[in-house]
Protein backbone atom coordinates (compact mmCIF):
# COMPACT_ATOMS: atom_id res chain seq x y z
CA UNK A 1 0.00 0.00 0.00
CA UNK A 2 2.69 2.43 0.84
CA UNK A 3 3.87 2.35 -3.07
CA UNK A 4 0.88 3.05 -3.91
CA UNK A 5 0.66 6.32 -1.94
CA UNK A 6 3.87 7.23 -3.10
CA UNK A 7 3.05 6.96 -6.31
CA UNK A 8 -0.46 8.79 -6.54
CA UNK A 9 1.89 11.29 -4.26
CA UNK A 10 4.23 11.32 -7.49
CA UNK A 11 1.68 11.29 -10.16
CA UNK A 12 -0.27 14.19 -8.59
CA UNK A 13 2.90 16.05 -8.09
CA UNK A 14 4.11 15.84 -11.67
CA UNK A 15 0.45 16.61 -12.88
CA UNK A 16 0.69 19.91 -10.65
CA UNK A 17 3.97 21.05 -12.49
CA UNK A 18 2.95 20.32 -15.58
CA UNK A 19 0.01 22.54 -15.08
CA UNK A 20 1.27 24.95 -13.68
CA UNK A 21 4.41 25.07 -16.35
CA UNK A 22 1.97 25.38 -18.75
CA UNK A 23 -0.34 28.08 -17.49
CA UNK A 24 2.93 30.33 -16.52
CA UNK A 25 3.19 34.22 -17.78
CA UNK A 26 5.55 35.55 -19.84
CA UNK A 27 7.20 38.96 -19.02
CA UNK A 28 7.29 41.84 -21.54
CA UNK A 29 10.19 44.27 -21.01
CA UNK A 30 9.08 48.05 -20.53
CA UNK A 31 12.62 49.40 -21.23
CA UNK A 32 12.57 51.38 -18.18
CA UNK A 33 14.10 54.52 -17.63
CA UNK A 34 17.99 54.10 -17.56
CA UNK A 35 18.15 56.75 -14.85
CA UNK A 36 15.61 54.90 -12.43
CA UNK A 37 18.04 53.11 -10.02
CA UNK A 38 15.79 52.55 -7.12
CA UNK A 39 12.11 52.58 -8.26
CA UNK A 40 9.61 53.38 -5.02
CA UNK A 41 6.74 53.23 -6.93
CA UNK A 42 4.45 52.37 -9.90
CA UNK A 43 0.98 53.63 -10.98
CA UNK A 44 -0.42 53.16 -13.97
CA UNK A 45 -3.34 53.77 -16.17
CA UNK A 46 -3.96 52.59 -19.82
CA UNK A 47 -0.63 53.34 -21.86
CA UNK A 48 0.30 55.31 -19.13
CA UNK A 49 2.73 54.62 -16.43
CA UNK A 50 4.32 57.02 -13.65
CA UNK A 51 7.77 56.09 -11.76
CA UNK A 52 8.45 57.36 -8.60
CA UNK A 53 12.12 57.10 -7.64
CA UNK A 54 15.09 57.88 -5.90
CA UNK A 55 15.55 61.42 -7.88
CA UNK A 56 12.79 61.90 -10.23
CA UNK A 57 9.13 61.33 -10.92
CA UNK A 58 9.11 59.73 -14.43
CA UNK A 59 6.59 59.17 -17.12
CA UNK A 60 5.84 56.85 -20.26
CA UNK A 61 2.80 57.27 -22.59
CA UNK A 62 3.09 54.66 -24.56
CA UNK A 63 3.20 51.89 -21.69
CA UNK A 64 6.70 52.38 -21.31
CA UNK A 65 8.72 52.47 -24.52
CA UNK A 66 10.08 55.93 -23.67
CA UNK A 67 10.47 57.91 -20.73
CA UNK A 68 10.64 61.42 -19.70
CA UNK A 69 10.53 62.97 -16.63
CA UNK A 70 8.25 65.13 -15.27
CA UNK A 71 8.24 69.00 -13.96
CA UNK A 72 7.94 67.94 -10.73
CA UNK A 73 9.37 70.52 -8.43
CA UNK A 74 10.57 68.40 -5.79
CA UNK A 75 12.83 65.20 -5.79
CA UNK A 76 12.68 62.20 -4.26
CA UNK A 77 9.44 61.33 -4.86
CA UNK A 78 8.34 58.01 -2.38
CA UNK A 79 4.72 57.61 -3.85
CA UNK A 80 2.81 58.07 -7.10
CA UNK A 81 -0.65 57.23 -8.06
CA UNK A 82 -2.76 58.40 -10.82
CA UNK A 83 -6.24 58.00 -11.44
CA UNK A 84 -7.38 54.84 -13.71
CA UNK A 85 -9.90 56.86 -15.61
CA UNK A 86 -8.16 59.90 -16.13
CA UNK A 87 -3.86 59.70 -16.30
CA UNK A 88 -3.42 63.12 -16.34
CA UNK A 89 -4.55 63.76 -12.77
CA UNK A 90 -1.38 62.23 -10.74
CA UNK A 91 -0.95 62.70 -7.00
CA UNK A 92 3.01 62.22 -5.38
CA UNK A 93 4.83 62.60 -2.32
CA UNK A 94 7.17 61.93 0.24
CA UNK A 95 7.21 62.15 3.88
CA UNK A 96 4.94 64.86 5.19
CA UNK A 97 4.04 66.16 2.07
CA UNK A 98 2.02 65.29 -1.16
CA UNK A 99 1.16 66.94 -4.35
CA UNK A 100 -0.82 66.92 -6.85
CA UNK A 101 -0.86 67.50 -10.96
CA UNK A 102 -4.06 67.76 -13.01
CA UNK A 103 -2.06 67.80 -16.45
CA UNK A 104 -0.09 64.61 -16.69
CA UNK A 105 3.07 66.16 -14.33
CA UNK A 106 3.28 69.26 -16.11
CA UNK A 107 2.45 71.54 -13.14
CA UNK A 108 1.97 70.71 -9.32
CA UNK A 109 -0.04 72.17 -6.21
CA UNK A 110 0.28 71.15 -2.68
CA UNK A 111 -2.22 68.90 -1.49
CA UNK A 112 -2.78 69.66 2.70
Not at 6 to 33: E, R, Y
Not at 78 to 87: A, L, Y
Request: aromatic share 10%.
Amino acid sequence: MKNVTKHITLFAIVLFCSFAISTAQTWTSLNGPQIAKNVKDISLSGDVVYIAENDYLLKSTNGGTAWKGTTANFTTPSVVQCIPDNSNIVIAGRQNFFKRSINGGETWIDVT
